[in-house]
């Protein structure tokens, strides 16, 4: 029997219409990402990937008005040390109620730098693989210091006083998500990853990258999930559906598709079909598939590309999504685009097919798209609705011994 579904939204200030384009972007407000929070967590939706300048900090802030939703939010490895990230894991986890997920994000060479990781990009994994084992660990009390091949740290003071205090946190740690393409990023996520996640892209493709991600689990002893991140277009009918599609299609404009289409080569990301990350340019764009070529004929011919020639499964589409758009057919930015009823069952395919048990789903403006897929979506699928699994936090070593006293109690004593 398949595990019900973790369907989680987006967070980011960064919303509007179609807000890639300036007269498409609502002003940033603070108290509509707020009330974006809220509806999240009212509508049903497992929890919500959390994007901005500081997520770990503007998550906090959601506490107080939010019950159950979880908080997936990036961390690069190394943007903390491995102590201090636990630390303050165990603390949210205390304040909220184990309600933290960590999305890994290897990153690039132009935002690591930044956090003192100056490693090539196949080594980043390496690096990224010892620095997770090190969290986990430290997390569930299994070390108190660390000497390895990048870390090295000490064991941490005593605690205050003759007691330590207690604190429910999550068991055994708080889940690490993440994605990877290359097939060093590959191997990493099947060493390190909880949840595997990858861009939705028709099935064959999807089911080529968790299968390489489930092997390299299961040759280190571990099983892992899988999910998907989509964009969400969800109406009563398809009719509805794919209309808006074609309205964001021409809000976008040509022009700005194909700067889109340049700024998603430029950053060198992996390409599976070349098996490199070498940069191309548009003007040199070249398919041998006659779908693919069409669309980049019609572009470069100053045409919008038909708007089911950009469906390369039924109701997986690639339209426009901020700086990306996914010309090539490469798997990202991917939108599901139909009736609930259609959607759903595209959902319970993959489900069945591939063992995909999360979605990440985004559409504009948030809170609006989000009332769609609560209202059109969610009451068609069976959804997670467990409350974090918790356990008492575990010390390593010597201090393990030392009596507890409860944290509410000693907050007010």
Not at 68 to 91: C, N, S
Not at 115 to 121: A, D, I, K, L, T
Not at 127 to 143: N, P, Q, T
Not at 233 to 241: C, D, G, P, S
């Amino acid at each position: 029997m398949a595990d019900p579904l973790k369907i989680l939204w987006y967070i980011r200030h960064n919303d509007g219409p179609y807000p890639w384009a300036p007269e498409g972007a609502f002003p940033k407000d603070q108290n509509r990402v707020n009330e974006l929070a809220r509806a999240v967590d009212e509508l049903g939706f497992y929890g919500a990937l959390v994007v901005g300048d500081s997520p770990f900090i503007e998550i906090s802030s959601f506490i107080p008005i939010t019950k159950q939703m979880r908080f997936l939010i990036p961390i690069y490895p190394g943007q903390y040390p491995p102590a201090t990230l636990v630390k303050q894991a165990k603390e949210f986890d205390r304040l909220s109620g184990g309600r933290l997920l960590f999305n890994q994000v290897n990153g690039t060479d132009l935002i690591l730098p930044q956090f003192g990781v100056n490693y090539p990009s196949d080594q980043r994994y390496d690096f990224s693989a010892e620095y997770w084992d090190v969290f986990k660990r430290l997390y569930a009390g299994e070390i108190g210091s660390f000497k390895g091949k990048y870390l090295e740290f000490g064991a941490p003071p005593p605690p205050r006083g003759a007691e330590r205090r207690r604190r429910l946190v999550q068991d055994p740690y708080t889940p690490v998500w993440g994605t990877g393409t290359s097939p060093a990023g590959v191997e990493h996520a099947g060493k390190v990853i909880d949840t595997f996640l990858t861009y939705l892209h028709r099935p064959d493709r999807l089911g080529e990258q968790m299968n390489s991600a489930r092997a390299v689990a299961k040759q280190h002893g571990r099983t892992i999930k899988v999910g998907t991140l989509a964009n969400i277009i969800v109406r009563e009918t398809e009719e509805e559906a794919w209309a808006h599609a074609q309205w964001l299609l021409e809000k976008t404009g040509v022009e700005r598709l194909i700067r889109g289409v340049d700024e998603r080569l430029k950053m060198g990301r992996y390409n599976k079909t070349t098996g490199s990350r070498k940069a191309e340019a548009f003007d040199s764009l070249h398919s041998d598939d006659p779908k693919i070529q069409s669309r980049i004929d019609a572009l470069r011919a100053g045409r919008l590309p038909d708007l089911r020639s950009l469906e390369s499964y039924p109701n997986i589409w690639s339209g426009p999504n901020g700086q990306r758009f996914d010309l090539l057919d490469l798997g990202y930015g991917g939108y599901l685009v139909g009736s609930g009823e259609n959607v759903a069952a595209r959902i319970k395919e993959l489900q069945r097919d591939l063992g995909l048990d999360t979605f990440i789903f985004m559409g504009f403006p948030l809170i609006e798209e989000a009332k769609n897929v609560a209202r059109y979506l969610l009451p068609l699928l069976d959804l997670d609705k467990s409350p974090p699994v918790l356990t008492e936090e575990k010390i390593f070593g010597e201090y393990s011994a030392l009596p507890t006293v409860d944290y509410a109690v000693a907050a007010h004593s």
